[in-house]
C-alpha cells in the first residue's frame, strides 16, 4: 500500500509485505533526486501495475492537469512528468479517480468532474490510458444524459460501471444521488442519494461500502459509520442493469474457478501476494484472493504529529484490543482530539530510544523530566486499567517477554531501538504483536522513574497488547530499601517520612497481576512456582489489592512468596524442593527452590508446555531448565556494574517457536549502577545463576530460532 502526497510532505510510503505479514513494516521510499509531484492536495492517486497514477489537485495554489507516474517496478524509484499530446482535461482539484479492469476500458483511468480554479465545479469524465507503442493519451468519454457536477466524491469501477458516490454539487446542495455509468453504451444512469462528502468507498463481491467522510457543511465531524449497499437493490430498478450486473458476476466467477484449476496444476511455490495484482483482481474471488487480515486504519491529521499518528496497520486478530465491535468497527476512527493524551505526551517525552542509546549517563542531570503530576495522574489512569483486569492475563502470541529491568533505561531503550518498540509505525511492531513483562521494573538501577513511567503510558495506550506483571521490586517493603524511594525522594522531592509518590506506586504495585498465560500453554510469572502452586486457580484466587507479606505464616501468604521469590534448583540434576539461602539465609521468609520435577508435575497437571520467568541474573540474558519447560529472561545488562550478564527477551512466535535477542554490556561502563561501595554494601546484589548443569544447547521442548 502506497500514501503519496497531502500538504504536509510529497514522499511516498511503502507498507512493505514481502516478509509476511507479521514482519511487514513501512518504508520511506528512496526517491532519485530529480523532479516531484511537489506538495500538493485535491489530486488523484491510482495504481495500475505497475504504475502509481498521480493527477492534478492543487500545487502551490495552482490547479493542475499534470499526471506523474511512478513505476513501482523500476528501481531506482522515481517520478516522471507525462508529456501528453492532444486534448487534455481542464485543470481540476477534488475530482475522482479510478481504473477500469474489465471490458472495453480495461487499463483506462477514469477522472470524473472535481472544480476549476474559477470555483466552477465540472461533470465531465476523462479517460487516461497508456497505449501498446508506450504512448499515453487522454480521451473525453461520451454520454448521453446529464451527470450531476460532483466535488470530493467518490468513484469506482464495478464491471462495465463506472459509480460515482456523494460529493457536493454547485446546483442542487449536498443530496446527490448515487449515478452509474456504463462503459457499453455510455449512458448515465440515477439511483437513490447518498449524503456524504470526502469519504472513501470500496467494493467487494457485490456489495458497496461507504466509508467516512462528511455529512454537512455545516458540521465537522466525520461521519463514524461504514454502510453497506447492495449493488442488486440498488439496480432494482433497472432490469438492464441488473441484468448486465449479474452476468459480469457470472463471468468473474467462471474465470475464478479457471484460475483455482490453474493455480493448483502450478508447482506450490507462488507467494500469496502473487494473486494481488490487478490483471487477476477483475477475475478472482475470495479462492484464490488471500483477503489481508490486517487492517489500515487512518487518522485526523494532527499538528506536528508524527507520521505514526496517521497511518497504523492492525490485525484482524488484535481488532479486539481496539475495542470494536463487530456492529461497529469504524468506532476506532473516533476523531482524535487535537492535544495529546497524557499517555502520548509521556511516550514521546520519554521513548527516544536513540538519544538514550547514545547518551553518556555519567554527564546527565538527575531531574526528571515530567512533574508530580502527571505521574500522579498516569498511576491513577494506569491503576483504573489495571484493576479491571484479572490476576492471570490471557495473552495470544506473537508475544515479546521482557526479564528484569531494575531501572536501567539504557537497556530498555537499546531493545526498543534493535528490535523494535511497542509503538505504532515505522520503528515500532505492537500491532503485530503483544508485550509482557515479568516484573522488577524498579529499584537498583538508576532510572526507575523512567522505566516504570513509559510502561505505565503504554499500558495505558495499549491497554489489552501491554502486559505488566508484578515482580518482587514491585513491593513497598523492597522499594523502600533497594533504590526506588531513594530515587522518589532525590529526583521527584517526595518526602522520606510522608511519602505522597512513593505511598501512590505502591498502591497501584499491590494491583498489578502475578501472572500471564500464553494460548493456554505457557505460564510467564516473576519468580517460580516454589512449593506451593499446584494449578493456575491457586494464582486466580489470589485477591487485591495485595501486599506481599515477608514472614510467611499461612499458605495464602506462601503462594505469593513463590509466585514472586522462588528460584528453580541450580540445576536439572536437583530436584524437589530445596531451602533458598541466598534469598532467604534465616529461612523466616519461606522462600525455596523448586527441581525440574517439580516444573514437570506442574506443566502436566496442567497441560501447559512452558514455564517462561525472570529474576535470576543469568549469564546469557536467558537460560534454560527442565531441560527446556523453564526459561529464565534478565533484560538488564552487567547487573549492578558487577556480572558483565548479557541481557535477553525472548519473541514468542505464533508457531511457538523462541527467538532470544541480545544485548551485551555497554563497552564504556555507563552510570546505570551508583555502584560506589558503600551502595553495594547496603543493598547486594543477588548473585547471577550458577552456569554448571545447565546450557542452552537446544533440548526437547522449546526449539529457538
Ligand atoms: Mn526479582
Same mark, same amino acid.
Given at each position: 500500500?502506497?500514501?503519496?502526497?497531502?500538504?504536509?510532505?510529497?514522499?511516498?510510503?511503502?507498507?512493505?509485505?514481502?516478509?509476511?505479514?507479521?514482519?511487514?513494516?513501512?518504508?520511506?521510499?528512496?526517491? $532519485?533526486? @530529480?523532479?516531484?509531484?511537489?506538495?500538493?492536495?485535491?489530486?488523484?492517486?491510482?495504481?495500475?501495475?505497475?504504475?502509481?497514477?498521480?493527477?492534478?489537485?492543487?500545487?502551490?495554489?495552482?490547479?493542475?492537469?499534470?499526471? =506523474?507516474?511512478?513505476?513501482?517496478?523500476?528501481?531506482?524509484?522515481?517520478?516522471?512528468?507525462?508529456?501528453?499530446?492532444?486534448?487534455?482535461?481542464?485543470?481540476?482539484?477534488?475530482?475522482?479517480?479510478? #481504473?477500469?479492469?474489465?471490458?472495453?476500458?480495461?487499463?483506462?483511468? #477514469?477522472?470524473?468532474?472535481?472544480?476549476?480554479?474559477? %470555483?466552477?465545479?465540472?461533470?465531465?469524465?476523462?479517460?487516461?490510458?497508456?497505449?501498446?507503442?508506450?504512448?499515453?493519451?487522454?480521451?473525453?468519454?461520451?454520454?448521453?444524459?446529464?451527470?450531476?457536477?460532483?466535488?470530493?466524491?467518490?468513484?469506482?469501477?464495478?464491471? !462495465?460501471?463506472?459509480?460515482?458516490?456523494?460529493?457536493?454539487?454547485?446546483?442542487?446542495?449536498?443530496?446527490?444521488?448515487?449515478?452509474?455509468?456504463?462503459?457499453?453504451?455510455?449512458? =448515465?444512469?440515477?439511483?437513490?442519494?447518498?449524503?456524504?462528502?470526502?469519504?472513501?468507498?470500496?467494493?467487494?463481491? !457485490?456489495?458497496?461500502?461507504?466509508?467516512? %467522510?462528511?455529512?454537512?457543511?455545516? &458540521?465537522?465531524?466525520?461521519?463514524?459509520?461504514?454502510?453497506?449497499?447492495?449493488?442488486?437493490?440498488?439496480?432494482?430498478?433497472? *432490469?438492464?442493469?441488473?441484468?448486465?450486473?449479474?452476468?459480469?458476476?457470472?463471468?468473474?466467477?467462471?474465470?475464478?474457478?479457471?484460475?483455482?484449476?490453474?493455480?493448483?496444476?502450478?508447482?506450490?511455490?507462488?507467494?500469496?501476494?502473487?494473486?494481488?495484482?490487478?490483471?487477476?483482481?477483475?477475475?478472482?474471488?475470495?479462492?484464490?484472493?488471500?483477503?489481508?487480515?490486517?487492517?489500515?486504519?487512518? @487518522?485526523?491529521?494532527?499538528?506536528?504529529?508524527?507520521?505514526? /499518528?496517521?497511518?497504523?496497520?492492525?490485525?484482524?486478530?488484535?481488532? &479486539? !484490543?481496539?475495542?470494536?465491535?463487530?456492529?461497529?468497527?469504524?468506532?476506532?476512527?473516533?476523531?482524535?482530539?487535537? +492535544?495529546?493524551?497524557?499517555?502520548?505526551?509521556?511516550?514521546?517525552?520519554?521513548?527516544?530510544?536513540?538519544?538514550?542509546?547514545?547518551?553518556?549517563?555519567?554527564?546527565? /542531570?538527575?531531574?526528571?523530566?515530567?512533574?508530580? $503530576?502527571?505521574?500522579?495522574?498516569?498511576?491513577?489512569?494506569?491503576?483504573?486499567?489495571?484493576?479491571?483486569?484479572?490476576?492471570?492475563?490471557?495473552?495470544?502470541?506473537?508475544?515479546?517477554?521482557?526479564?528484569?529491568?531494575?531501572?536501567?533505561?539504557?537497556?530498555?531503550?537499546?531493545?526498543?531501538?534493535?528490535?523494535?518498540?511497542?509503538?505504532?509505525?515505522?520503528?515500532?511492531?505492537?500491532?503485530?504483536?503483544?508485550?509482557?513483562?515479568?516484573?522488577?521494573? #524498579?529499584?537498583?538501577?538508576?532510572?526507575?522513574?523512567?522505566?516504570?513511567?513509559?510502561?505505565?503510558?503504554?499500558?495505558?495506550?495499549?491497554?489489552?497488547?501491554? &502486559?505488566?506483571?508484578?515482580?518482587?521490586?514491585?513491593?513497598?517493603?523492597?522499594?523502600?530499601?533497594? %533504590?526506588? *524511594?531513594?530515587?522518589?525522594? $532525590?529526583?521527584?522531592?517526595?518526602?522520606?517520612?510522608?511519602?505522597?509518590?512513593?505511598?501512590?506506586?505502591?498502591?497501584?504495585?499491590?494491583?498489578?497481576?502475578?501472572?500471564?498465560?500464553?494460548?493456554?500453554?505457557?505460564?510467564?510469572?516473576?519468580?517460580?512456582?516454589?512449593?506451593?502452586?499446584?494449578?493456575?486457580? +491457586?494464582?486466580?484466587?489470589?485477591?487485591?489489592?495485595?501486599?506481599?507479606?515477608?514472614?510467611?505464616?499461612?499458605?495464602?501468604? *506462601?503462594?505469593?512468596?513463590?509466585?514472586? =521469590?522462588? /528460584?528453580?534448583?541450580?540445576?536439572?540434576?536437583?530436584?524437589?524442593?530445596?531451602?533458598?539461602?541466598?534469598?532467604?539465609?534465616?529461612?523466616?521468609?519461606?522462600?525455596?527452590?523448586? @527441581?525440574?520435577?517439580? #516444573?514437570?508435575?506442574?506443566?502436566?497437571?496442567?497441560?501447559?508446555?512452558?514455564?517462561?520467568?525472570?529474576?535470576?541474573?543469568?549469564?546469557?540474558?536467558?537460560?534454560?531448565?527442565?531441560?527446556?519447560?523453564?526459561?529464565?529472561?534478565?533484560?538488564?545488562?552487567?547487573?549492578?556494574?558487577?556480572?558483565?550478564?548479557?541481557?535477553?527477551?525472548?519473541?514468542?512466535?505464533?508457531?511457538?517457536?523462541?527467538?532470544?535477542?541480545?544485548?551485551?554490556?555497554?563497552?564504556?561502563?555507563?552510570?546505570?549502577?551508583?555502584?560506589?561501595?558503600?551502595?553495594?554494601?547496603?543493598?547486594?546484589?543477588?548473585?547471577?545463576?550458577?552456569?554448571?548443569?545447565?546450557?542452552?544447547?537446544?533440548?526437547?521442548?522449546?526449539?529457538?530460532?
Amino acid at each position: 500500500m502506497y500514501i503519496a502526497g497531502g500538504l504536509a510532505s510529497d514522499e511516498l510510503f511503502l507498507l512493505d509485505l514481502k516478509n509476511g505479514e507479521n514482519d511487514a513494516e513501512w518504508l520511506m521510499v528512496q526517491i $532519485e533526486k @530529480g523532479p516531484t509531484p511537489g506538495k500538493r492536495y485535491g489530486h488523484s492517486l491510482v495504481y495500475y501495475k505497475p504504475f502509481f497514477i498521480l493527477f492534478g489537485g492543487n500545487l502551490n495554489n495552482e490547479v493542475a492537469n499534470d499526471v =506523474w507516474i511512478f513505476n513501482s517496478e523500476q528501481q531506482p524509484f522515481h517520478w516522471t512528468k507525462l508529456d501528453i499530446k492532444g486534448d487534455l482535461p481542464q485543470p481540476r482539484i477534488y475530482h475522482s479517480a479510478s #481504473v477500469c479492469t474489465y471490458g472495453g476500458a480495461n487499463g483506462m483511468m #477514469v477522472v470524473f468532474g472535481g472544480r476549476r480554479k474559477n %470555483g466552477q465545479n465540472l461533470n465531465d469524465m476523462w479517460g487516461l490510458r497508456k497505449h501498446r507503442n508506450g504512448v499515453w493519451d487522454w480521451m473525453k468519454a461520451p454520454y448521453r444524459g446529464t451527470p450531476q457536477d460532483r466535488i470530493q466524491h467518490s468513484s469506482l469501477f464495478c464491471g !462495465n460501471f463506472f459509480i460515482n458516490i456523494g460529493g457536493r454539487s454547485q446546483t442542487l446542495g449536498d443530496n446527490l444521488p448515487i449515478e452509474v455509468y456504463d462503459t457499453e453504451n455510455s449512458e =448515465w444512469s440515477k439511483f437513490c442519494s447518498f449524503r456524504r462528502f470526502r469519504h472513501s468507498s470500496f467494493i467487494f463481491e !457485490n456489495y458497496l461500502y461507504i466509508h467516512g %467522510g462528511l455529512e454537512d457543511d455545516k &458540521h465537522n465531524n466525520p461521519a463514524n459509520v461504514l454502510n453497506e449497499i447492495d449493488l442488486y437493490e440498488l439496480f432494482a430498478s433497472n *432490469q438492464n442493469l441488473t441484468n448486465k450486473l449479474k452476468l459480469y458476476f457470472t463471468k468473474k466467477n467462471e474465470q475464478a474457478q479457471k484460475n483455482v484449476s490453474a493455480s493448483e496444476e502450478k508447482s506450490n511455490s507462488s507467494s500469496n501476494y502473487q494473486n494481488m495484482d490487478s490483471g487477476s483482481l477483475s477475475g478472482s474471488t475470495l479462492k484464490d484472493i488471500k483477503i489481508s487480515d490486517k487492517f489500515v486504519i487512518g @487518522g485526523k491529521v494532527v499538528q506536528n504529529a508524527d507520521f505514526s /499518528d496517521l497511518v497504523r496497520y492492525c490485525s484482524m486478530e488484535k481488532l &479486539h !484490543n481496539e475495542h470494536v465491535d463487530k456492529d461497529n468497527m469504524m468506532k476506532m476512527l473516533k476523531n482524535k482530539s487535537l +492535544d495529546y493524551s497524557l499517555e502520548d505526551k509521556v511516550i514521546m517525552a520519554l521513548l527516544r530510544p536513540k538519544e538514550w542509546v547514545n547518551k553518556p549517563l555519567e554527564e546527565e /542531570d538527575s531531574t526528571f523530566c515530567l512533574d508530580i $503530576e502527571t505521574v500522579m495522574a498516569l498511576i491513577d489512569q494506569c491503576m483504573k486499567i489495571v484493576q479491571e483486569q484479572p490476576m492471570v492475563l490471557k495473552v495470544e502470541a506473537p508475544v515479546k517477554v521482557f526479564g528484569d529491568i531494575h531501572g536501567q533505561y539504557q537497556d530498555l531503550m537499546r531493545f526498543f531501538d534493535l528490535f523494535s518498540a511497542p509503538i505504532q509505525g515505522p520503528g515500532g511492531d505492537i500491532d503485530g504483536l503483544d508485550y509482557i513483562f515479568l516484573g522488577d521494573y #524498579v529499584d537498583r538501577g538508576t532510572h526507575s522513574l523512567e522505566t516504570i513511567c513509559l510502561l505505565m503510558a503504554l499500558k495505558i495506550k495499549f491497554p489489552n497488547q501491554i &502486559h505488566l506483571l508484578r515482580g518482587n521490586h514491585e513491593d513497598r517493603w523492597i522499594n523502600s530499601v533497594f %533504590g526506588f *524511594q531513594t530515587e522518589l525522594c $532525590e529526583r521527584l522531592r517526595d518526602d522520606l517520612d510522608n511519602p505522597a509518590i512513593f505511598t501512590k506506586f505502591n498502591d497501584f504495585f499491590d494491583y498489578l497481576p502475578l501472572a500471564a498465560i500464553i494460548n493456554d500453554e505457557v505460564l510467564c510469572l516473576h519468580g517460580g512456582i516454589g512449593s506451593s502452586i499446584n494449578s493456575l486457580s +491457586d494464582i486466580e484466587k489470589i485477591q487485591r489489592p495485595l501486599e506481599v507479606i515477608h514472614e510467611v505464616s499461612n499458605a495464602d501468604q *506462601q503462594l505469593v512468596v513463590d509466585i514472586l =521469590w522462588s /528460584d528453580p534448583t541450580d540445576s536439572d540434576i536437583e530436584t524437589g524442593i530445596q531451602a533458598n539461602s541466598t534469598r532467604d539465609p534465616t529461612g523466616v521468609g519461606n522462600i525455596v527452590k523448586f @527441581g525440574p520435577d517439580r #516444573v514437570e508435575e506442574f506443566l502436566k497437571a496442567n497441560n501447559l508446555t512452558l514455564i517462561l520467568r525472570a529474576h535470576e541474573c543469568v549469564m546469557d540474558g536467558f537460560e534454560r531448565f527442565a531441560g527446556g519447560s523453564l526459561i529464565t529472561v534478565f533484560s538488564a545488562t552487567d547487573y549492578c556494574g558487577k556480572h558483565k550478564n548479557a541481557g535477553a527477551i525472548l519473541i514468542l512466535g505464533k508457531d511457538f517457536k523462541i527467538n532470544p535477542k541480545l544485548i551485551y554490556p555497554q563497552e564504556c561502563p555507563n552510570k546505570n549502577w551508583d555502584n560506589g561501595e558503600e551502595v553495594l554494601k547496603l543493598r547486594p546484589p543477588t548473585p547471577p545463576r550458577n552456569r554448571q548443569g545447565s546450557s542452552n544447547d537446544l533440548g526437547k521442548k522449546s526449539s529457538f530460532s
